[in-house]
């Protein structure tokens, strides 16, 4: 085996399943990053109004935090790498709606008042799909690799997560820009059926439940009552859900780019990936060189920080300055999203993986759309800019709160 795998923390990557499961996750990803870029761009050239954002996050929190639960219900007893698949290939059907909304021939032929409506719907049905498909993915990892190398397989994942979510992001920009909103959409297609060949190399996992009969509403408010008994990985949860919700300036990135900073749909592009850029290069960092003391905080330090990059970005009226704010946010969620996610694996028994992860993805996943929904009402009612710095400063609150009322979060290590 080639000595770059030798490292103990590059050691899942010599799994071949597990290469093939990043690979998937990858380009799903990328091409869901894809799909949210690009119909954002579209919603705001057809209203000019950051509202019809926030309510497209909205669309998609609805089915995530209504089917969070069951879904975890419905992971622990089905094979999870069979629902990834279908999960992707239903994916790849709401990527052919969108391909068809945005078509000359549909717009020219349908009258409406509201175009905005077809966007809403496809993106409530991606909303309930990523409620399985997201638990999913976290899920499976511990049937991919050795207990004793999860945290590193966790960390490789994350960080594939985010160089995907970066990808995604900024070529979204470069796609718009070279071929229009409507052939970029073809591009996502390609993307999700890639990954969808890819899922479908590995294979077939067991099912991993030790109580088999339990029904429905049991099993989830078992998956539920570990989590609220579990005082860390609640605190960090909820650390991070607030922070999200109220830091959530990125979903107003379309009229900052088109209004304030005026840099057209590349500058979008990256602006749109700083954040993930900044978390990339955090996460790869503690991928091979792992924090050894101290997580708990440096999880505190590192979403008051994430706070105040929010306030600058508000602030910003220079491109490069703003750019630099929201990529140091990135690093500071990507400490966030190391903690969080290993205190998530390495304290979840096999059989709740589902449920947990679902509990996690319905509080810290769907809290991304809550918090653009967040974003855009809040620019209607304070404006855009005070908006962000509200949200920015909010956050900064909570970090205060949550040093004083969850001491064992703070003082955590792991």
Known sequence: MPSFFQKQSLQPLQISEYRYFLAARFFLIMSLRMLGTVAAYKLFMMTQDSFSIGLAGLSEFVPVFLLALYAGHVIDKSDKRTLILRSILLYSVCVIAMIVITSPGFQNRVHTTSPALYFYIVIF?????????????SAIISQLVPREILHYATNISST?????????????????????????????????????????????????????????????????????????????????????????????????AEKILMVGPIGFGWLNAAMDIGSVLVISTLT?????????????????????????????????????????????????????????????????RGRVSSVNSMFINSSNELGQFESGFMARALGTVPSVIFGGAMTLLVVIITWFKAPELRKFEY
Not at 125 to 137: C, H, L, V
Not at 312 to 337: E, H, K, P, Q
């Open 288 to 352: 091979l060189w792992p924090m050894k003391n101290k997580q708990g905080y440096r999880l505190m330090y590192a979403v008051a920080g994430f706070g105040i990059c929010i306030v600058i970005f508000g602030f910003s009226r220079l491109y490069w300055l703003s750019f630099m704010a929201l990529m140091i946010a990135g690093m500071m969620d990507g400490i966030s999203v190391i903690v969080r996610g290993t205190v998530l694996q390495l304290t979840t028994p096999d059989d709740k």
């Open 160 to 256: 594939t997560w985010l160089a995907a979510s970066i990808t995604g992001h900024a070529s979204a920009g470069f796609f718009i820009a070279g071929f229009g909103v409507h052939i970029t959409f073809y591009i996502i297609l390609v993307y999700v059926l890639l990954s969808a060949f890819l899922i479908s190399r590995i294979g077939k996992k067991p099912i991993v439940n030790t109580q088999k009969n339990i029904k429905a509403w049991d099993s989830v408010k078992d998956g539920l009552r570990f989590v609220l008994n579990n005082k860390i990985m609640l605190g960090a949860i909820s650390l991070d859900l607030f922070a999200v919700l109220f830091g959530g300036a990125v979903a107003l990135i379309p009229e900052f």
């Open 125 to 137: 049905f991606t909303g309930a799909i990523r409620a399985f498909a997201g638990p999913s993915f």
